[in-house]
Each structure stands twice: as C-alpha cells, then as structure tokens.
C-alpha cells in the first residue's frame, strides 16, 4: 500500500476491507500483519510493532513487527511498566510521544542495541472487556514530522480491530477444540468392555484419578486397552471438552522433533513456509497422552522433561516463552523401571510420569470377559459389514476360553472381525477362528484379503519369527533381515508386534 498524506478518505475504505476479513479470516498472525501493514502505511510511520501481554510472565513480547529492524527487534522482551509500551500496557492509557528523548519514560536501550534512531512515538493499548491483552506502537512519521492527536485516534481503531482479531482466533481455536473434543467421544465407539474384577478395579481407579492432574502411567501388554484406558480417564475429567492430544513417542522421527513438539514459527527454517502448532501447544488446557513411552529418544526425553518441570516452551524461531497447562498420561508396553535401571529412560522424567500407575491386565488373567468381549465384538463386526445373524457357536466360545491370546484384545478383536467375514454368515465355528489347539496359526493365504493385507501379515510374521530367533534383540533381528533398525521399529509399532 502506498503512504497516504491525507489518511481520512482512504482510511474509511482500508478499515471496512480489514473489518470483514477480521470476521472470517482464521490465520491469526497473517491478519495482525495485515491490520499493522495497513496501520503503518495510512500512519505513514516508519516501523511499528504488535506486542501482547503474557499474564503469567507479566511480559510484553512482540508478536507482530513492521520496518527496518523487524527482525531484529523481536527477541526482545518488555515487562510490564517498562519503556513507553510497557507503561501504556500497565496503565491501559495511550501515549503520544513527540520526541522520546525528552522522555525519562522512554526505555532506550532496545533501540541502541538494534541501531534505530527512535523520535516519536504514538502507542495504544489492546483491550477486550476493559482487560489489557496487549499494546500497538507507531514509531516516527515519515518526513520527519511527528504524530499528532488525531493519529492516536486512528490508533484506537487499528488496535480495536487487532484486538477483536485475536479474540475471534482465541474462539473459533476453542470451539474448534470443543468440535474435537465431541467428535472424538464419538469415534470412541468400543467401550471398555469387561465384568471381571481384575478390569472393574482398573476402571475404578481410572475414574479416580481422572479428576485430578496427577499424571499417570499405563502400563499393560500390547492390546490390552492401554489407549482406551487414557481416553476414558481424558473423557472423565474436567478437560474432556478438549481433545485429547497424542504423541506417539516411537513415531516421531528424531529430524521432526521439535517441530513436533514445539511447532514453528514462519520462515524459521527452510521449508517453514506456514506457523505450525505444535503437539504441546495444542494439549494446552487438556490432556496430553504419550504413548509407547519405552521407545522415546534420548532427546526427546530431555526436551519433555523440560517442559514437565518449566511448564513453558519457545517454538522454534520463536522468542516468546508459551506456557500451557497440561495433564499427561502416558502408556508403554515395555518394562519401564527396568529401562531406568539400565540407564535407557531417565529416572528424573519416569519420576515424573509415574504418579499414578495403573495396569491394564492381559485377557488371559480374565478369562471371564473372553465370552462378553467376543460377543461385543460379534455385534460390533456384523452390524459392520451388514450381515445381520451371525452367532458364535458353543465350540468356538470354548477354543477362545481356552486360547491365551497373547495379543490380547486387540487380537480377539481380529479374530472376531475376520471369522466375521470369511464365516459362512450364519455361526462362528471353530475353524473360522485363527488359532489351533491354543497356537495362533500361521495364517494360510486365504481367499479376500487384499495383496496389502496379505504381504502386511506375511511381514509381521517374518519379524516376529526373526524376533523370536534373536531373543527380541531388534539389532540382531534387522541385520539378519537386511534392513534398518529403526525401520523394524517403526514396523513394530505398526503391528503392533509384542515382545
Ligand atoms: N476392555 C476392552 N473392551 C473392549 N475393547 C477393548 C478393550 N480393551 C481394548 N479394546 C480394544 O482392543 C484394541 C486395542 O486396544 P488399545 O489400542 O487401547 O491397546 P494398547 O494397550 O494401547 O495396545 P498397544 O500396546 O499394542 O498399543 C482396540 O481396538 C480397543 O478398542
Ligand atoms: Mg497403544
């Protein structure tokens, strides 16, 4: 936009065309640019900035900037009452500065260090409700002329607008969340199914715990319900109206990290061409659920134990320090306290997990809920796939008592579905389930498997058969297979292949 001379006209134009994309734009730093670009051009200032208030650092930090040092200015940050800013955010009051060296509240020490010659300044600050959330800062007009009365008044406008921006990103992010939130109950349509003691004791103390912060570990073998068990407590507590936010610790690859965790800022490296959220970011106000703690990288580990115990973060390329309140639950299927006591997970960050800690038990120690989780799953799998009668018959009730399913629930669940759709449609027999005489089989080629499902089963039996042959040493198993130990790791996770 070109600099104005007379900003009456023009103005009027420029400030219905930010009102209405104020209403509907959702990228919240792309419209504060946009409000302080159009602010500083009809201004015709020479560099302006967007600061906002932290309320539990008591801070200002610069969250959008125009002109020379723009850049540069930004890893700077202004308590409260401190320089012309701070004092205009601390009293709630404008400042028309006409020459700010004649002022003893003008703070020069920011300008000295980035080399800009500071005159005047007109600064306003951010309100919604009568509630300081921020301050705009206009600095030297161009012509060496000086701000007036009048440009304060215009001020008020822009930083209005700046301030119903950011209460319209801070709603729709919520409702957003609150959309997850809902949606994610619903898409947890498998409850936690179960009569036995060993499950209802479990529940219990799942549902008491989920009213408090304490984090809070799961532990349980692969399939027994270890995610289902986190989402149940999310759902429990007082945080469920927001999503829950998952970390799959095995996944993250050690490149991505950060970003990740973190999220970015634009531009902060190559590639960053849009600001990015991260996990922890987006866990704020809810739970946060690590899952498969046991494979968490030494970094990783480092980097969440720092934010557990500082409760703030910076996103990469960012300066300002972004503090959340979040509630972690972790799960692994590993045997955690003896990787501390090898030295493979930290005793500080296990210390910190491990609050609470909870067991989801293996289906084999409650053989009672094999008949009432096969026949949820039954009904489950024939609703599905729209097959309407489907009944399990004695014998094959029996052969899943007396089965161990060392997959758990998640592979009754498997047998359940499959049985489902290869049966002949009236009655689950014992030959339509893939275990014989208490082994699960080495599946044969069946008809209706898709060449992906196939080669994906062939896969995860090679790797537990190496897994096996190598004492569930991955290294030794991925040499002998001639692939990488990281890739067996990520194939691991996705089939879920226990130890
Ligand atoms: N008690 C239960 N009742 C009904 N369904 C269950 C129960 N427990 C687990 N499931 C189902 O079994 C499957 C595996 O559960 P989940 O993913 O929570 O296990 P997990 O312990 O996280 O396993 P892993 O360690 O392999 O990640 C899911 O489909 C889940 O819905
Ligand atoms: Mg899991």
């Not at 209403?23 to 600061?51: P, V, W, Y």
């Not at 400042?95 to 703070?107: E, F, G, Q």
Request: hydrophobic share 40%; net charge positive; glycine share 6%.
């Amino acid at each position: 936009m070109k600099p104005l001379n007379n900003h009456k006209e023009i103005s009027i134009d420029s400030l219905k065309e930010i009102s209405t994309w104020v209403s509907f734009a959702h990228d919240l730093n792309q419209l504060l640019e946009l409000i302080l670009e159009t602010g500083t051009s009809i201004m015709r200032a020479k560099a302006s900035s967007l600061l906002l208030l932290d309320q539990k650092t008591n801070k200002l930090y610069f969250k959008v900037t125009t002109g020379m040092k723009k850049n540069e200015v930004k890893q700077f940050d202004i308590k409260l009452g401190q320089g012309i800013v701070g004092h205009v955010a601390e009293t709630g009051e404008s400042l028309l500065i006409k020459d700010v060296a004649r002022d003893k509240r003008w703070h020069r020490s920011i300008s000295d260090k980035i080399g800009f010659k500071t005159r005047s300044i007109a600064c306003v600050p951010m309100k919604v409700q009568d509630k300081v959330i921020g301050a705009i800062e206009f600095i030297n007009k161009a012509g060496g002329d000086t701000f007036q009365q009048n440009d304060i008044e215009l001020l008020n406008v822009f930083s209005d607008l700046a301030a119903l921006a950011i209460l319209n990103a801070r709603k729709f992010r919520l409702v957003q969340q609150e959309n997850e939130g809902l949606k994610q109950a619903l898409e947890l349509n498998h409850n936690i199914i179960g009569e036995s003691k060993a499950i209802k004791d479990v529940l219990a103390d799942a549902l008491k715990v989920a009213d408090s912060n304490a984090s809070t570990l799961i532990l349980g073998e692969s399939g027994t319900g270890k995610e289902l068990l986190a989402r149940l407590i999310h759902q429990a507590s007082p945080r469920k109206n927001r999503r829950m936010i998952t970390i799959n610790c095995a996944a993250v690859p050690e490149s991505l990290l950060e970003a990740e965790l973190f999220g970015h800022e634009r531009g902060s490296f190559t590639g960053a061409s849009e600001q990015k959220i991260g996990k922890l970011e987006l866990a704020d106000e809810s739970t946060l659920f690590l899952d498969e703690i046991g494979e968490m990288s030494p970094t990783m580990q480092a980097k969440i134990l720092r934010v557990l115990q500082d409760g703030i973060f910076y996103r990469v390329g960012g300066n300002a320090p972004i503090s959340i309140d979040i509630r972690v639950i972790a799960a692994t299927n590993q045997d955690i306290a003896e990787g501390v006591a090898n030295g493979k997970f930290r005793e500080d960050l296990y210390y910190r997990l491990n609050v609470v800690k909870l067991h989801t038990p293996p289906l084999r120690d409650r053989k009672e809920d094999i008949p009432l989780i096969a026949r949820y799953f039954a009904d489950f799998f024939k609703k599905e796939k729209g097959n309407y009668q489907i009944e399990i018959s004695k014998p094959a009730m029996d052969k899943m008592i007396k089965y161990d399913w060392p997959g758990n629930i998640r592979e009754l669940r498997n047998a359940i579905e499959r049985a489902v759709v290869m049966g002949n449609g009236k009655q689950i027999i014992p030959e339509d389930l893939p275990i014989i005489d208490g082994e699960a089989t080495i599946n044969r080629v069946k008809f209706g498997a898709t060449l992906q499902e196939a080669l994906d089963d062939f896969k995860k039996r090679f790797i537990e058969v190496n897994l096996k042959h190598t004492n569930g040493n991955r290294s030794k198993a991925a040499a002998v297979m001639g692939i990488q130990r990281t890739y067996l790791s990520r194939l691991i996770s996705k089939f879920n292949i226990k130890k």
